[in-house]
């Protein structure tokens, strides 16, 4: 598909989405989100499309929303302004929701709203020389776009507290330490390295990851119980389908299970 602000580009079975304003350090604008959303939803729907790698054009992997394209925060005033942070989340909220694995290979700095983005995805690929970065506490305001309630979850509270109102930096080590990135990747290789990622992924049955990705997802909030009967009722919709028993039957056969997505 041909976007003004997306690279979008199909590798075996991977959608490589690369956000392309290198000279704002891939900040988004209107367009740009709304070229996220149009990318989002039509990855949702191809049967064909096994992972989704989004990684940025040039050395920034992204730095978020471009602020000089919002006007002036303060005249569009606090209604106006939750309505332009929903229209944010709601992009990211897509992501997490996408029922295949998602991955951001960052390239380099993902600060603020780009910490966010790469939040959103299931697996975070990380180049030795990028890092991450909450700048908010600076200019007065907090992460609103899932900085604050999913970095939490990642880190737990100390550390979300520590990156948050501390505004520390973030490099690969420390974040790989942290459980914020998946792998730690040479300088220039994160999209090769999330591509082998996803390679490996595409080993298992695709309805069986986005079914674990759904139920995972939705066991972050919700109580034990509740997450044990999500998990009874997902394995119960997996168990009809044609990949079960192509698992099955390639498991006794000692061969590679052909994998339809059905």
Same mark, same amino acid.
């Given at each position: 598909?041909?976007?003004?602000?997306?690279?979008?580009?199909? /590798?075996?079975?991977?959608?490589?989405?690369?956000?392309?304003?290198?000279?704002?350090?891939?900040?988004?604008?209107?367009?740009?989100?709304?070229?996220?959303?149009? @990318?989002?939803?039509?990855?949702?729907?191809?049967?064909?499309?096994?992972?989704?790698?989004?990684?940025?054009?040039?050395?920034?992997?992204?730095?978020?929303?471009?602020?000089?394209?919002?006007?002036?925060?303060?005249?569009?005033?606090?209604?106006?302004?939750?309505?332009?942070?929903?229209?944010?989340?709601?992009?990211?909220?897509?992501?997490?929701?996408?029922?295949?694995?998602?991955?951001?290979?960052?390239?380099?700095?993902?600060?603020?709203?780009?910490?966010?983005?790469?939040?959103?995805?299931?697996?975070? *690929?990380?180049?030795?020389?990028?890092?991450?970065?909450? #700048?908010?506490?600076?200019?007065?305001?907090? #992460?609103?776009?899932?900085?604050?309630?999913?970095? *939490?979850?990642?880190?737990?509270?100390?550390?979300?507290?520590?990156?948050?109102?501390?505004? /520390?930096?973030?490099?690969?080590?420390?974040?790989?330490?942290?459980?914020?990135?998946?792998?730690?990747? #040479?300088?220039?290789?994160?999209?090769?390295?999330? !591509?082998?990622?996803?390679?490996?992924?595409? @080993?298992?049955?695709?309805?069986? !990851?986005?079914?674990?990705?759904?139920?995972?997802?939705?066991?972050?909030? *919700?109580?034990?119980?509740?997450?044990?009967?999500?998990?009874? !009722?997902?394995?119960?919709?997996?168990?009809?389908?044609?990949?079960?028993?192509?698992?099955?039957?390639?498991?006794?056969?000692?061969?590679? #299970?052909?994998?339809?997505?059905?």
């Amino acid at each position: 598909m041909s976007y003004e602000h997306l690279l979008s580009e199909d /590798r075996d079975g991977v959608r490589v989405l690369t956000l392309n304003r290198p000279q704002k350090f891939n900040s988004w604008n209107a367009a740009m989100r709304a070229e996220m959303r149009d @990318a989002v939803e039509d990855t949702a729907m191809a049967t064909g499309i096994r992972a989704l790698i989004i990684t940025g054009a040039g050395r920034a992997f992204s730095a978020g929303e471009d602020v000089s394209e919002m006007g002036d925060l303060t005249e569009m005033g606090t209604r106006g302004f939750r309505a332009v942070a929903r229209g944010i989340h709601s992009v990211f909220d897509l992501i997490e929701a996408l029922e295949v694995p998602v991955i951001a290979a960052v390239n380099g700095v993902a600060a603020g709203g780009g910490f966010e983005l790469a939040l959103s995805c299931d697996f975070r *690929v990380i180049a030795e020389n990028a890092r991450f970065v909450m #700048p908010e506490a600076k200019v007065g305001l907090i #992460p609103g776009s899932g900085g604050c309630s999913r970095l *939490v979850h990642y880190v737990g509270l100390g550390r979300a507290k520590e990156l948050v109102m501390l505004s /520390r930096n973030v490099g690969a080590d420390d974040a790989k330490a942290m459980g914020l990135a998946t792998e730690v990747a #040479p300088e220039g290789g994160a999209v090769d390295a999330a !591509l082998e990622l996803a390679a490996e992924m595409s @080993a298992f049955a695709p309805l069986a !990851l986005g079914m674990a990705k759904t139920v995972l997802n939705t066991c972050t909030d *919700v109580d034990h119980e509740t997450g044990r009967r999500l998990e009874r !009722l997902g394995q119960s919709v997996l168990k009809t389908t044609a990949d079960h028993a192509e698992g099955a039957s390639a498991f006794l056969e000692r061969r590679t #299970p052909d994998w339809q997505g059905r």
